[in-house]
């Protein structure tokens, strides 16, 4: 198994096409393990040079919504009566500490995104 650190872009590029070439390898055999090992290092070089950023948290909690086929109503157990959900989504109101811990039980989100809120838009 010839690895090695991924330092360039032509590294990072050469990596990308070994993956691609060992997509179809079976778990557990030889060619499985060097996959495991490349994807690793290509996703810390990705995490390093490609940095992504958390989503908000009207963001967050609007794409959950939308995978977990929620409802306003559903989410007035955690946030409060539906004018406050929907305060909360337009932006219109701040997330209290009760809602972010809530939302995070609840639904899965991480706690980062729900603590970067985005300003109301003018």
Same mark, same amino acid.
């Given at each position: 198994?010839?690895? *090695?650190? %991924? @330092?360039?872009? $032509?590294?990072? @590029? !050469?990596?990308?096409?070994? %993956? +691609?070439? /060992?997509?179809?390898?079976?778990?557990? !055999?030889? #060619?499985?393990? &060097?996959?495991?090992?490349?994807?690793? /290092?290509? =996703?810390?070089? #990705? @995490?390093?040079?490609?940095?992504? +950023? /958390?989503?908000? $948290?009207?963001?967050?909690?609007?794409?959950?919504? =939308?995978?977990?086929?929620? !409802? %306003?109503?559903? /989410?007035?157990?955690?946030?409060?009566? @539906?004018? &406050?959900?929907? +305060?909360?989504?337009n932006r219109t109101r701040p997330l209290t500490l009760r809602m972010i811990t809530g939302l995070h039980a609840s639904l899965g989100i991480p706690a980062e995104s729900l603590? *970067?809120?985005?300003? &109301?838009?003018?």
């Amino acid at each position: 198994m010839n690895i *090695k650190p %991924i @330092r360039t872009d $032509a590294d990072y @590029r !050469s990596a990308l096409q070994g %993956i +691609e070439s /060992l997509m179809s390898a079976e778990a557990n !055999s030889p #060619e499985g393990e &060097r996959l495991d090992v490349m994807v690793t /290092l290509v =996703e810390a070089w #990705e @995490r390093k040079h490609f940095p992504m +950023e /958390l989503p908000d $948290a009207v963001d967050a909690i609007k794409f959950q919504m =939308e995978q977990q086929g929620l !409802s %306003i109503d559903d /989410l007035v157990p955690v946030i409060g009566a @539906r004018n &406050r959900v929907y +305060e909360v989504l337009n932006r219109t109101r701040p997330l209290t500490l009760r809602m972010i811990t809530g939302l995070h039980a609840s639904l899965g989100i991480p706690a980062e995104s729900l603590l *970067k809120q985005t300003a &109301r838009a003018a």
